[in-house]
């Protein structure tokens, strides 16, 4: 299978492309007050009393779903493809991570640099599962290969839907210096950022109170981390590694759903379009994905979103080799997706 880079892609795609793909998709942002003021109107009836309390789990999924929606948004806000300038790009990046409590300057070092930069490198990308020797060698790895990671026909690994992007988020906070994603000042800065996001949080459990707070953001963490994990895992968890050349279609899987939920996702799933044009708005995902289909057609992979998330649970958390999964504790391998040339 022979590995191609980014640029053999972009220099064919990208003359193809409207011009406009290549501005800033503004009016994404419009997302923001919407998802805001749901969050806000729910948080109230709750926190009154003005709503039963037997629709209060209701409102807990409709609050989570606009948490992973304002997350979407923020992806795409940290990427420079809706605001430009480095402090609007944080100021309003910190906002849409604030789910999380996801500093915007460690996700930019994390995600946009390295991940981006090393996807499916042994040893660089900080989002790839564990190869044999990595869980051999290091107990973390064995851990999370063997309880968390979604997969092995495991029920406890959907824990790893349920937090998933809340653990990463603050392994990586905390481990940013070790793991060479940040240095001290842009770490003292993160800490900051994260800091703010928990000061936040506890004001908003001091207005509306104890109960009403699981309602209104505990709960509603769980669905957002189910949301965004089950795009995140699928995005990559199941393709081959590439440790020496950084292919988008060998390493990345594009995900469909019914056009309604990709709109309200932000087209979110059209990731292997995403690592070929990383600053061009996922609006444009769909005409990315058709120039891909056009010219590499042996090359892209795309499944739905239910297909891929079936597919992880039943496979190896653990890469024996760079195109096979393997689920150490009994041996049962499971081939990892690659083009077909």
Same mark, same amino acid.
Request: with cysteine; net charge positive.
């Given at each position: ?60 999924? %409709? ?13 795409? %806000? ?239 958390? %653990? ?23």
């Amino acid at each position: 299978m022979e590995l191609r880079p980014i640029s053999s892609y972009t220099k064919v795609i990208r003359p193809l492309l409207p011009e406009e793909s290549f501005t800033p998709a503004r009016s994404r942002l419009l997302w923001l007050p919407i998802h805001i003021a749901v969050i806000a109107t729910l948080a109230w009836t709750m926190a009154s009393r003005e709503l039963p309390v037997a629709l209060w789990p209701v409102a807990s999924i %409709v609050i989570g779903l606009s948490l992973s929606g304002i997350t979407f948004l923020g992806h795409e %806000v940290l990427h420079g493809q809706i605001v430009r300038g480095k402090v609007l790009i944080r100021t309003i990046g910190w906002v849409c991570m604030l789910p999380f409590t996801l500093s915007p300057t460690l996700w930019t070092s994390w995600h946009n640099r390295v991940h981006h930069n090393h996807t499916a490198n042994v040893g660089r990308d900080p989002d790839m599962y564990p190869t044999l020797d990595e869980y051999k060698e290091q107990a973390a790895a064995r851990i999370m290969a063997d309880y968390f990671g979604l997969g092995g026909k495991r029920w406890r690994s959907v824990l790893s839907l349920m937090f998933g992007f809340t653990g990463q988020s603050q392994q990586m906070l905390w481990n940013a210096q070790s793991l060479g994603i940040m240095t001290a000042k842009p770490h003292r800065r993160a800490l900051l950022e994260f800091g703010l996001g928990v000061a936040f949080w506890v004001g908003v459990a001091l207005l509306v109170g104890g109960v009403p707070f699981i309602f209104v953001y505990a709960i509603p963490l769980v669905v957002a981390n189910i949301v965004v994990m089950s795009f995140i895992l699928t995005n990559h968890c199941l393709s081959a590694l590439t440790p020496h050349v950084n292919d988008p279609l060998v390493n990345s899987l594009s995900v469909t759903l019914p056009r309604f939920l990709e709109w309200v996702s932000l087209d979110f799933g059209y990731h292997v379009e995403h690592h070929v044009m990383p600053t061009v708005s996922n609006r444009h995902g769909r005409v990315i994905r058709a120039a891909l289909r056009e010219h590499f057609a042996d090359r892209y992979q795309s499944m739905p979103l239910t297909s891929a998330l079936r597919q992880l649970y039943i496979s190896g958390r %653990v890469y024996r080799d760079d195109t096979t999964l393997i689920e150490p504790r009994d041996g049962y391998t499971h081939p990892a997706l690659r083009p077909s040339a």
